[in-house]
């Protein structure tokens, strides 16, 4: 269960992180506050990896990780530069709700990419999560 509570960081953080940038946003560019974002999220990350490791051994990374990786980061500033323009033009309590929708897609990606089996307890899951977003967003 020490995944769990993780997970629970995760998501307040998720959130104070959707409060401080629909504050940030306002009056910029939202790529720009973007990429300072990301600037900062850079700097801490390595940081961390600096800190909490003996060393950073990038040659035992296999080449399928780094693709991988390398593709998922694609995929996060992408996800990031949508997120802010979402934002900055729309109620933070309508972004981020849909913005959640993830949660879904990636129930839904792991079974048709990665074969994984979804519970009827996990699928009603994920559909209240889908009417929550609507529920949310529809007027």
């Given at each position: 269960m020490q995944w769990f509570f993780w997970a629970i960081a995760?998501?307040?953080f998720a959130g104070v992180t959707a409060l401080l940038a629909k504050i940030g946003v306002?009056?910029?560019n939202s790529n720009l506050a973007t990429?300072?974002?990301t600037s900062v999220i850079l700097i801490?990350?390595?940081a961390i990896v600096f800190v909490s490791s003996r060393g950073v051994d990038v040659h035992s990374?296999?080449?399928?990780?780094?693709?991988?990786l390398i593709l998922s980061g694609i995929a996060t500033g992408l996800s990031w530069l949508c997120y802010f323009r979402a934002l900055q033009i729309g109620d933070l309590s309508k972004v981020a709700p849909v913005d959640k929708l993830s949660v879904v897609m990636a129930m839904t990606l792991g079974v048709v990419f990665l074969h994984e089996r979804l519970t009827f307890r996990e699928g009603l899951g994920g559909s209240f999560i889908a009417a929550g977003a609507l529920i949310l967003v529809l007027k």
């Open positions: 995760s998501a307040f306002s009056g910029i990429a300072i974002r801490f990350c390595w990374i296999s080449r399928r990780a780094w693709i991988f």
